[in-house]
């Protein structure tokens, strides 16, 4: 199977602080979990693959391109979508802007057209409106009923969701969610997680998910990769990992 | 369609229109009359939104402009035609008028950079500034016609937003304000010492526009009635007025729109939703600019002189109150602002020495009252989607 994301030695060094450190890791199309105690470099591998920082060494490979380099709005349109572990939709648009701000990549009208060619406007903008209401429904019919209303007035299990949805709306090869359940209660988490299962099924996405929480890990996850102090201390299936010593007491054991 | 909205479109014809209506009465009232009656009809609108907003009305009144919208605008361009002839009587009234409406464009372009992208850009006066010299020295010194000089000012005036965006790209917030504030000095001082320019003297002697052969300068007269020449540069403003607002709500409405104001919340997540924040921020300077660059072309070629005076720090003050009284990111707002801003501004002239502090309480007020502004953002529907 084709390598769909490669890191050579990926680092970074945050005045001393090597926050991931020389990271080599290969995923195809899988689901991969990244676990790894609080601090050990999780949200800021996430931060180097979405182009939010960049490497201080090391290479990042995407579907055989070299992207390294590539600033955050390139790395959105070539594929790679992610979530935020604190969640971060713009709180003063409706649902469907934040919607359609997830398409904004896919969208091929220039500013000129917009004042110019109202008609090619319109037909763009009907066919964004369906994609993203599509994408809503994906995790139920209520979210595309309230399309119109703000985020301040949405609670936090819908707006994971719609923040998912935002991600996946640009139809990326790997989505990247940082503790989608984090700070909900267990019946959300388990609600959340079987949303992602059905998603991973309907679109064969790939995804990197971190989590904290290992029973939601040994559902989803295909495999494996174990971070501790911005290294890889472990990978493979959950069963291997959660057997490893050094995991047990870096991680598990803490 | 549901009752409601049957109900809506059917009162709507003739409420909507008739608010129109009221509306201009309001203003005509508001620059003919004294101080005092100005200040009433705003306290009095003010009052209204407040009031309608709590009680729902304004929602309402928003639905049944959208439902009649062909002959609200159809009456709202009439009255607009007839306003200025009614006002004929005083070419002071008419002076107003072409003042107020090359302000809501300088604003309407600043509301790009406030309203859209909540970067508070305190040089706007500077970029009105360079579109009226740029404007005035093309045709003075070369002795172009002065719509050459409004295509200069519209390409100089880009290419300046662009150099004045630069900064907004490192700086965020307070540092950002405070290098526009720095653009804005400079720009005076670099018009004050140069002498090619003018230096402390200005520029005297701008020509004024012609429009097929005739000079804007000149007298009209129709069916016997004597026309100002004032008339003839409010209908040129405000022509040019409503072609601005309807390219801000057009952008508004686009994805540009929506990136800016995704810039303006989180610029992060706005990177990672595929938005080049450089090319949107050079994007919301360089547009804005260009609005500024017309208007100051229009200005230069309207009062025939010009000076670093009309474009200094208290100008950019004035202007962001326009944007933050009126409504940020709403473009008819914003308008109202400017026109009401201005009308104030002119009414306080009595004042004399305390214009400046008569115009400060005024503005406190009404923004402790509405901090929103009168015409706050409205939340984007698509047509066609329907609300629920
Ligand atoms: N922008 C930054 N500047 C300095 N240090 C950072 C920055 N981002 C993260 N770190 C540090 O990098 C380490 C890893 O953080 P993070 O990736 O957030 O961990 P995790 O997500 O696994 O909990 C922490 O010690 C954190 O303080
Ligand atoms: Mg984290």
């Known amino acids: 199977m084709d390598t769909l994301l490669k890191t050579k030695d990926l680092t970074i060094n945050f005045g001393g602080l090597l926050a991931v450190n020389k990271v080599n890791c290969e995923m195809n199309n899988e689901v991969l979990g990244l676990i790894g105690p609080n601090g050990s470099g999780k949200t800021t591998f996430l931060n180097l ?5 960049n490497a201080t060494d090391g290479e990042i490979e995407f579907q055989g391109r070299n992207i390294t380099k590539l600033q955050a709005s390139d790395i959105r349109s070539i594929g790679i979508a992610r979530t935020f572990q604190t969640n971060r939709l713009c709180l003063k648009l409706t649902v469907l802007d934040n919607m359609l701000l997830g398409l904004f990549s896919k969208q091929q009208i220039r500013w000129w057209e917009t004042i110019f060619n109202q008609k090619k406007h319109h037909l763009e903008l009907r066919v964004n409106i369906d994609k993203c209401l599509h994408v809503l429904s994906y995790f139920n019919e209520e979210l595309v009923e309230q399309k119109y209303e703000l985020i301040d007035t949405i609670p936090l299990i819908d707006r994971r969701r719609i923040e998912i949805a935002r991600a996946l709306v640009s139809d990326p090869a790997l989505l990247l969610l940082d ?16 949303d992602l299962k059905k998603i991973r099924e309907k679109t064969g996405i790939s995804m990197i998910f971190i989590e904290h929480d290992m029973g939601v890990i040994s559902t989803i996850a295909d495999r494996v990769v174990v971070l501790n102090a911005g290294q890889i201390i472990a990978e493979g299936s959950f069963a291997e990992v959660s057997k490893n010593e050094e995991v047990r007491s870096a991680y598990l054991g803490s | 369609m549901t009752d409601r909205q049957t109900h809506l479109q059917n009162t709507g014809k003739f409420v ?47 639905k049944m402009v959208e439902k009649n919208y062909k002959i609200t605008v159809a009456v709202f361009v009439a009255a607009l035609l007839l306003f200025p002839i009614a006002l004929r009587g005083n070419s002071y009234f008419l002076h107003i008028l072409v003042i107020a409406g090359i302000y809501a464009m300088v604003a309407l372009g600043l509301n790009f950079q406030i309203g859209s992208m909540g970067q508070v850009n305190f040089a706007p006066a500077a970029m009105f500034g360079i579109g009226a010299y740029t404007s005035a ?16 000012a519209v390409i100089v005036t880009a290419g300046m937003g662009v150099v004045f965006g630069f900064p907004a790209l490192k700086t965020r917030g307070f540092y950002f304000s405070l290098v526009t504030i720095a653009v804005q000095t400079i720009f005076v001082l670099l018009v004050v010492n140069t002498d090619w320019l003018g230096g402390p003297n200005g520029i005297p002697g701008i020509p004024a526009f012609s429009l097929f052969g005739r000079s804007l300068k000149q007298t009209g007269n129709l069916f016997g009635m004597l026309l100002p020449y004032q008339i003839n540069y409010i209908y040129l403003t405000f022509f040019l007025l409503i072609l601005l607002i309807i390219v801000a709500r057009r952008l508004y409405t686009s994805r540009f ?15 990672t939703q595929g938005i080049n924040l450089t090319k949107l921020k050079l994007l919301s300077f360089s547009i804005g600019s260009v609005f500024a660059g017309i208007a100051g072309s229009i200005y230069a070629h309207y009062t025939s002189f010009i000076g670093t005076e009309d474009f200094d720090f208290n100008k950019s003050l004035i202007l962001i109150c326009m944007v933050l009284l009126g409504g940020m990111d709403n473009p008819v707002g914003v308008t109202l602002g400017a026109v009401l801003l201005t009308v104030i501004d002119e009414k306080l002239r009595v004042f004399a020495d305390y214009r400046m502090l008569m115009y400060s309480v005024i503005l406190i007020v009404v923004l402790v009252v509405r901090a929103q502004g009168l015409l706050p953002k409205r939340n984007r529907t698509y047509p066609g989607t329907e609300e629920g």
């Open chain 2, 137 to 152: 020295m093309v045709s003075v010194h070369y002795g172009a016609s002065p719509w050459l000089g409004m295509i200069a």
């Open chain 2, 16 to 62: 909507a229109p008739l608010g129109v209506l009221i509306f201009f009465a309001a203003m005509a009232l508001a620059i003919t009359m004294n101080l005092w009656t100005t200040l009433a009809v705003v306290v009095v609108l003010t009052a209204l939104l407040i009031f309608g907003e709590k009680r729902g009305f304004v929602e309402t009144a928003y």
């Open chain 1, 49 to 53: 693959i979405s182009g939010i920082y």
């Open chain 2, 257 to 271: 729109g929506l990136a800016w104001n995704a810039i303006e919340e989180d610029e992060i997540v706005a990177a």
């Open chain 1, 179 to 194: 503790e989608p359940t984090a700070g909900l209660n267990p019946q959300e988490t388990h609600s959340i997680v079987e």
